[in-house]
T-cell receptor, first 115, second 110 residues
Framework: DAGVTQSPTHLIKTRGQQVTLRCSPK?????VSWYQQALGQGPQFIFQ???????QRGNFPDRFSGHQFPNYSSELNVNALLLGDSALYLC??????????????FGSGTRLTVV | GEDVEQSLFLSVREGDSSVINCTYT??????LYWYKQEPGAGLQLLTY?????DMKQDQRLTVLLNKKDKHLSLRIADTQTGDSAIYFC??????????FGAGTTVTVRA
C-alpha cells in the first residue's frame, strides 16, 4: 500500500518563476494538507483541501494556491517565486472522519531551491 | 510553530533513555503528536495522545501529558543509533492543521 507520493523530489527555479508541486494521498485518504519547512525549522501549515475545496489556510500570501482533483490528489502552485520560498514542501494526507486521530501521513517532500 | 516550544538538542548514550520535552500554549488542543524526521525524509508519526489522557505507552515510547502546565514529553527507552533524528512535537485544535515546534535534534553516541 503506497503512502503519500510527492513529485518532483527536487526542483531548482529562478526568482520570479512559477512552480507546481504534486501530491498523491495515501490510499483511503481524502484530505490533503500542504506544509512548508524551511531549513532548521518545523513545518508551517499552508492550507488543506477536502472535497476539492480549500478548507483552511495558514499565514501565506496569495502567491500560494492549490487544487484538489476528484481522485483526491493535489497540486501546490507558487507564483512569483522569492528566494525565501526555498524550503522542503511536505504533503500530508488524512481521512476525514469524526475520529480524526487516525493521524496525518506525510510524504517525503519536494525540496525547492530558488536561485 | 510559535505556539509550540521544544529544546533544540539532546545527546544521549546508546542504551540510555531519552526524554524530549515540549510546551504548548493552546489549552483547547485536542490531540498532541510526536513525529520523527530522518535526514532527507518526510515526517513519520511516532505516537499521539488525546488531551484527556495523562499517559500513553507504545513499546519503547512513553508519552506524558501535563495539561495544567501544558507540557508534553516523549521518553524513548533503550535508545539506539537508529533513533538519531529530529523529533517534532505538534498540536492540533481541529482537524485542519498541525502546529509544530522547531524540533529537537537527538544524537545517540556509542
Amino acid at each position: 500500500d503506497a503512502g503519500v507520493t510527492q513529485s518532483p523530489t527536487h526542483l531548482i527555479k529562478t526568482r520570479g518563476q512559477q512552480v507546481t508541486l504534486r501530491c498523491s494521498p495515501k490510499s483511503g485518504h481524502d484530505t490533503v494538507s500542504w506544509y512548508q519547512q524551511a531549513l532548521g525549522q518545523g513545518p508551517q501549515f499552508i492550507f488543506q483541501y477536502y472535497e476539492e475545496e480549500e478548507r483552511q489556510r495558514g499565514n501565506f500570501p496569495d502567491r500560494f494556491s492549490g487544487h484538489q482533483f476528484p481522485n483526491y490528489s493535489s497540486e501546490l502552485n507558487v507564483n512569483a517565486l522569492l528566494l525565501g520560498d526555498s524550503a522542503l514542501y511536505l504533503c500530508a494526507s488524512s481521512r476525514k472522519t469524526a475520529n480524526y486521530n487516525y493521524g496525518y501521513t506525510f510524504g517525503s517532500g519536494t525540496r525547492l531551491t530558488v536561485v | 510553530g510559535e505556539d509550540v516550544e521544544q529544546s533544540l538538542f539532546l545527546s544521549v548514550r546508546e542504551g540510555d533513555s531519552s526524554v524530549i520535552n515540549c510546551t504548548y500554549t493552546d489549552s483547547s488542543s485536542t490531540y498532541l503528536y510526536w513525529y520523527k524526521q530522518e535526514p532527507g525524509a518526510g515526517l513519520q508519526l511516532l505516537t499521539y495522545i488525546f488531551s484527556n489522557m495523562d499517559m500513553k505507552q507504545d513499546q519503547r515510547l512513553t508519552v506524558l501529558l501535563n495539561k495544567k502546565d501544558k507540557h508534553l514529553s516523549l521518553r524513548i527507552a533503550d535508545t539506539q543509533t537508529g533513533d538519531s533524528a529530529i523529533y517534532f512535537c505538534a498540536e492540533s485544535m481541529n482537524d485542519y492543521k498541525l502546529s509544530f515546534g522547531a524540533g529537537t535534534t537527538v544524537t545517540v553516541r556509542a
